[in-house]
């Protein structure tokens, strides 16, 4: 069964401190990941989608990783800002036949002015 | 490109109620999915419809749940005899086709409280 986990659960940084989310999912036959940031009370904004062929997608402050042979992917956020403070989710796609997604439960990050 | 649109925004029912939520998808998305978020959980999958079909209905509890996508107008998430543990945000996603090669796309979901 593919599960999808996220650590850490809540983190708080100064602001200007570059830090890096990470995901790991236990079935690396995935399909692509993507990236999403949650707003408290709102919904899912898509940050950035890796097909299961490329090793990173890149925007602005934001990049990240796959590495499916380690189940691992990372979102790299540099020079954070006050801003970037919300729950970011990593989902899972896997295609088993069909196509099911599978979201870990989410980083809470804090970004302190 | 108004997006994937949900409503309504905030529901609240009470104990034994019908709860009906809406989702239009975006423009030229004829592939609709519902995910459920508990309060501090992750999304988990409901049900994948594609128009007029159900194609995956896996996530979804058998008993009091049903879900259509009708040929005109939004796909319904349908919620009999509301109970509390049915409180939570209700999302739907939208995509073109039924491979996800450009990931998916979130409305802002449907707060539903049963009170």
């Known amino acids: 069964k593919q599960e999808v986990t996220q650590i850490p659960a809540a983190l708080s940084v100064p602001e200007g401190e570059n830090l890096v989310l990470n995901c790991s999912f236990t079935d690396s036959a995935i399909y692509n990941l993507q990236w999403f940031r949650q707003d408290p009370g709102k919904g899912l904004t898509s940050l950035l989608l890796?097909?299961?062929?490329?090793r990173e997608q890149t925007s602005g402050r934001l990049n990240a990783s796959l590495d499916k042979s380690s189940g691992r992917s990372t979102l790299y956020i540099a020079a954070s800002q006050p801003g970037d403070s919300a729950t970011y989710l990593c989902?899972?796609?896997?295609?088993?036949?069909?196509?099911?997604?599978?979201f870990g439960a989410g980083t809470r990050l804090f970004v302190k002015a | 490109n108004a997006g994937v649109m949900q409503n309504p925004r905030h529901l609240v029912r009470r104990r034994g109620q019908e709860a009906r939520l809406r989702c239009s998808p975006m423009?030229?998305?004829?592939?609709v999915y519902w995910y459920r978020q508990l309060p501090e959980e992750g999304l988990k999958f409901m049900v994948y419809?594609?128009?007029?079909?159900?194609?995956?209905e896996s996530g979804m509890p058998k008993e009091r749940f049903s879900a259509e996508f009708p040929k005109e107008g939004p796909s319904i998430l349908r919620i009999q005899q509301v109970v509390r543990g049915d409180s939570a945000a209700y999302f739907c996603?939208?995509?073109?086709?039924?491979?996800?090669?450009?990931?998916?796309?979130f409305g802002s979901g449907t707060r539903l409280t049963v009170v």
């Open positions: 423009k030229g998305h004829s592939h």
């Open positions: 996603a939208s995509s073109p086709t039924g491979q996800p090669n450009y990931g998916y796309t």
């Open positions: 890796i097909q299961s062929s490329q």
């Open positions: 989902a899972v796609i896997l295609n088993t036949g069909g196509f099911k997604t599978i």
């Open positions: 419809l594609q128009k007029e079909n159900i194609i995956d």
